[in-house]
Structures are given as C-alpha cells and as structure tokens.
Nanobody
Framework: QVQLVESGGGLVQPGGSLRLSCAAS????????MGWYRQAPGKQRELVAD???????NYADSVKGRFTIPRDNAKNTVYLQMNNLKPEDTAVYYC?????????????WGQGTQVTVSS
C-alpha cells in the first residue's frame, strides 16, 4: 500500500559526497516521520538521521557536521546529503517512514541502497 523507493547509492572515494533520495508513494494520508538507517556487514542496523513533521532533525554522532536530511513534503521525499564520506560510512542505507493510510499508522522500509566509500 505504501512503497519507499531509494536511489543515489554508489561507490565514492573518501572525502567525496553522495545524495540519497527516498520517495514515498501509494495511499498516503500523511507522513509524520522519515529517517535514514544503515547496516554494515556484521553490524546491527543503526539510525543515521531522521526528521519529523515539525522539521526537527536528529543525527548520529558519527555523521554530525557531515550529513544533512532535507525533506520535500510536497513530493513525500526525504534526502540524505552525505559530505566528507569516510570508509566507515560504507553500508546499506535504508529509508524508513511512519505513514498514515486508510489502515491507520504504519512503519515502512525501503529496499536499501548500497554506499561504498573506498579509494
């Protein structure tokens, strides 16, 4: 009923930048939360950054000052602007959203997009 489609991952050298996008589509009434999470091999999925309906943002300590999470409410899209990337940022990045539909509130995940930081 709700789909989250991520794009923008890839291979980048240390110090480089990438911009991820996550577009929500389907029977959306409203979205009150969108976030980016990541999971590296052998590690648990962790929060990278999130943004609420009131534009309150939250960042993991490891990405503060390097990543930002702008959001386009009209397009139901959230971005992750990643600057000064480091090898330890290598992971699969997942989009998450809390969405209200005719079935009520639900939590949805995207399929993930690979980010690899390597020289």
């Amino acid at each position: 009923q709700v789909q989250l489609v991520e794009s923008g991952g890839g291979l980048v050298q240390p110090g480089g930048s990438l911009r991820l996008s996550c577009a929500a589509s389907g029977s959306i009434g409203s979205i009150n939360y969108m976030g980016w999470y990541r999971q590296a091999p052998g590690k648990q999925r962790e929060l990278v950054a999130d943004i609420t309906n009131g534009d309150s943002t939250n960042y993991a300590d490891s990405v503060k000052g390097r990543f930002t999470i702008p959001r386009d409410n009209a397009k139901n899209t959230v971005y992750l602007q990643m600057n000064n990337l480091k090898p330890e940022d290598t992971a699969v990045y997942y989009c998450n959203a809390h969405v209200f539909t005719t079935l009520g509130w639900g939590t949805y995940w995207g399929q993930g997009t690979q980010v690899t930081v390597s020289s």
